[in-house]
């Protein structure tokens, strides 16, 4: 990126000497002509030695490849193709030497004096191609700038070549294989649809034509994943499960599609089969606490109350800060008699925030039933270590007293790490309903909807960009909170 201005740094001027002898056929220069030298590395003046025909024509590139604006710019093209005719040629050859060898710097100005001095599509495709190049370096050395640097001047690169050629079918199917590769599908599309209406019969049309068609299956597969969540959004999990089937045959390894069908299934109240597409999410690598409280869920619903239990445990393992987790495993302690258990989650809830009204209620039916008080300001800290030990020997316990096959299904699970993203499940059971609530932070990124205890409302966050193609909707329905974020690729 530098290399421009360093070089152009170097550029001096002088007068057309009368003792230099070019031989330009008919193209003559006037002796009052100003010609470019460039200075060699760490010089400043010009000595009489520098000034030769050699030095002038690397001047004059320099100022063709990073001035094109300059007023003189087809004086200086004119003078190099007159003292050598075949430049262009000569400067590709060396500019793909200088490619093979990662000099990038020298690659990009003598592409940049190829695509200048006799501008066609494939000195524009060459071009952006060295960028490509640039842009893989960078990323393997971990330069985020010169790699954004890359990839923005590929594309501008290109989208100057159509500007230039006009709807040229090399060009089109370059910058739409570029935005397939950037994953602007649409975009991607559109390039495609122009490239096949100009194209010539050949090998390369019928490889866009396939392209245009994974583009074409790829979109209609993310359709159909936003579809099954707004079925979802209207409780109509069945036919969320038909759309998210479908997303899943063109995507069978994105672990969201798979959080995605357990929530339509629940929702049916096919319990055994939620939890089986919750376990594909793990299997295909993701293992956050969303996962886990969806999978307590369905193994209570099973009977699976101490399994239940241990997801829940994972839950918090995972995100040491959700309060819903939390509040959930506090319920099954309390409704089991567990009360050492159930208080030790309750003040530890009570601590993350003090005016959640699940915890309170919760507190005040555990102060009923043990005719204990719960203070105010509780802190985790509260605690002593042996208290802690005591607490942590009851969950091994627990975990002892669960059957093989639930020890099984809870061995399969790596509980990993947590990205610290908002979105939490619970699951209540009171007077034989079952309850959901969700919480989120103030300083989550990704905010749900607040928090509810009646009707359900389920969140998964997981962004591996900013620029998440699934996002947040925003504003959801009273009813039946639900938000999923996710990038598909």
């Not at 490619?99 to 494939?122: G, M, N, R, T």
């Not at 019969?201 to 994974?214: A, D, I, P, S």
């Not at 994972?314 to 800060?321: R, S, V, Y």
């Not at 555990?366 to 008080?373: I, M, P």
Request: hydrophobic share 30%; glycine share 4%.
């Amino acid at each position: 990126m530098n290399n421009r201005e360093e070089k152009l740094k170097r550029i001096k001027w002088i007068k057309v000497p009368h003792d230099l002898k070019i031989d330009m056929g008919s193209f003559t220069v006037n002796e009052n002509t100003r010609l470019p030298i460039e200075l060699p590395e760490g010089q400043k003046h010009i000595e009489e030695k520098d000034v030769t025909v050699e030095a002038i024509i690397a001047g004059m590139l320099t100022l063709i490849a990073y001035d094109e604006n300059n007023k003189d710019f087809e004086f200086y093209r004119n003078f190099v193709l007159s003292v050598q005719p075949d430049i262009a040629e000569e400067l590709n050859k060396a500019a793909i030497v200088k490619q093979q060898s990662k000099d990038y710097d020298f690659a990009e100005e003598l592409f940049l004096s190829v695509y200048h001095i006799l501008p066609q599509s494939a000195s524009c495709i060459n071009l952006a191609t060295l960028y490509s190049y640039i842009s893989v370096d960078a990323e393997e050395k971990e330069d985020d700038e010169r790699y954004d640097w890359a990839l923005r001047m590929a594309k501008l690169t290109l989208l100057d070549g159509l500007k230039r050629f006009g709807e040229d079918e090399a060009i089109l199917s370059e910058i739409s294989s570029f935005e397939g590769y950037m994953g602007n599908l649409e975009d991607a599309k559109e390039y495609a649809e122009r490239y096949m209406k100009v194209a010539s019969e050949g090998e390369r049309k019928k490889e866009m034509k396939e392209f245009l068609q994974r583009i074409n299956e790829t979109l209609s597969a993310d359709q159909a994943f936003k579809e099954a969540y707004d079925y979802i959004m209207l409780n109509m999990p069945e036919k969320a499960l038909s759309c998210i089937e479908s997303f899943l045959s063109f995507n069978p390894d994105v672990w969201n599609g798979y959080f995605l069908k357990a929530w339509a299934l629940r929702k049916m109240k096919r319990y055994s089969e939620a939890r089986d597409a919750l376990l594909m999410c793990i299997k295909k690598g993701e293992s956050n606490s969303d996962i886990y409280n969806e999978l307590s869920i369905c193994e209570l619903e099973e009977g699976n109350r101490e399994l239940a239990k241990t997801y829940l445990d994972t839950a918090i393992d995972l995100d040491p800060e959700n309060l819903t987790a939390m509040s959930n495993l506090a319920f099954l302690h309390l409704e089991d008699k567990e009360y050492d258990e159930a208080r030790f989650y309750l003040e530890r809830a009570r601590s993350l925030s003090s005016s959640d009204e699940i915890t309170a209620n919760l507190i005040s039916r555990y102060e009923a039933l043990t005719g204990e008080k719960i203070k105010e300001n509780i802190k985790e800290e509260s605690y002593s270590k042996e208290e802690v030990e005591e607490l942590e020997k009851i969950r091994s316990g627990r975990k002892n007293n669960m059957s093989d096959e639930d020890k099984r299904k809870e061995e399969h699970h790596c509980c990993g790490h947590h990205n610290g993203e908002e979105g939490h499940h619970c699951c209540h059971e009171e007077e034989g309903r079952e309850h959901h609530c969700h919480h989120s932070s103030e300083d989550s990124e990704h905010q749900c909807c607040g928090h509810h205890n009646k009707e359900e409302g389920h969140c998964c966050h997981h962004h591996e960009r900013e620029d998440s193609e699934h996002q947040c909707c925003g504003h959801h329905h009273d009813d039946d909170h639900h938000c999923c974020h996710g990038r598909h690729e």
